[in-house]
């Protein structure tokens, strides 16, 4: 190991550790009431991911991970706890800030894919820079490139096999370069040789820096991720570095 050759050697090394975390949370909490039973969808979570970290969150349905989805992707608010998403406390900002931060840091990958059905494959994934008031014909380009989509890019999504569409939802997701990516079961809908492209993509992004968090059912998609979190009823009950 290379030994640091001055005191701005070292601080040097501790920002850079800094700059690469992406999401930071500290004791996370999200607390539902009904009548004057208090359920704790999540409790007590603390994780840290930096730039180039993939990993995954498990647990039977209703354990807490689209819970924890929401929280970090700035879909819901935390009841208590430290939320900080590229250096930002988003727990801080107000609603119309909180929407313009999440289009601009955090991409979006569902299971049921959420492609507008009258838009073409190259529509779809401009959706995002329409929102955001902005044109980027070249980065669509690029993307639809990278996922493989060239030949489809002004089709309608009903001609695409579900591994199509996802490879659509994937490069709508990244259109807006964004530093964290969750993905919600995104091979739960695919049969086996889609699903492999998929994950064979997201480990690609991970390679490239880009910080991925998936929540799934499937042990072996997680098995290929950096660390495996389980849930159970809101709480960490392993967390696993592979």
């Given amino acids: 190991m290379q030994t ?9 090394v501790a920002h850079s550790a800094v700059a690469d975390v992406v999401l930071r949370a500290k004791d996370l909490w999200r607390t539902y009431h009904r009548g004057s039973e208090e359920i704790h969808a999540l409790a007590e979570l603390s994780l840290t991911v930096r730039a180039g970290d993939m990993i995954s969150v498990v647990g039977r349905t209703g354990s807490g991970k689209t819970t924890l989805l929401n929280l970090v992707g700035c879909l819901d608010r935390p009841s208590r706890g430290v939320l900080e998403v590229m ?5 801080r900002l107000r ?16 299971q049921l894919f959420y492609l507008i059905p009258t838009l073409t494959v190259r529509e779809n994934i401009e959706l995002p820079l ?19 989509l060239t030949k489809s890019a002004d089709m309608l999504p009903v001609n695409l096999d579900g591994g199509g569409m996802q490879r659509v939802a994937i490069a709508r997701a990244l259109v807006n370069r964004p530093n964290l990516l969750l ?3 995104p091979t739960g809908r695919l049969e086996h040789k889609s ?8 480990r690609e992004l991970r390679a490239e820096g880009l910080a991925i968090i998936i929540a799934t059912h499937d042990r072996s998609l997680a098995e290929q991720t ?3 979190i389980e849930l159970r009823d809101g709480r960490v009950v392993s967390d696993k570095i592979l």
């Fill in 226 to 228: 950096d660390r495996i």
């Fill in 4 to 12: 640091l050759k001055s005191e701005t050697d070292a601080v040097a």
């Fill in 130 to 148: 329409i929102f955001a008031r902005r044109s980027d014909p070249e980065r669509v380009a690029t993307l639809i490139e990278r996922v493989g």
């Fill in 95 to 110: 609603e119309r800030d909180l929407v313009r931060f999440r289009r601009e840091h955090i991409g979006f990958i569902f």
């Fill in 195 to 202: 699903r492999d492209a998929i994950v064979e993509l997201l």
């Fill in 87 to 91: 250096g930002t406390d988003v727990t």
């Fill in 183 to 185: 993905a919600d079961e």
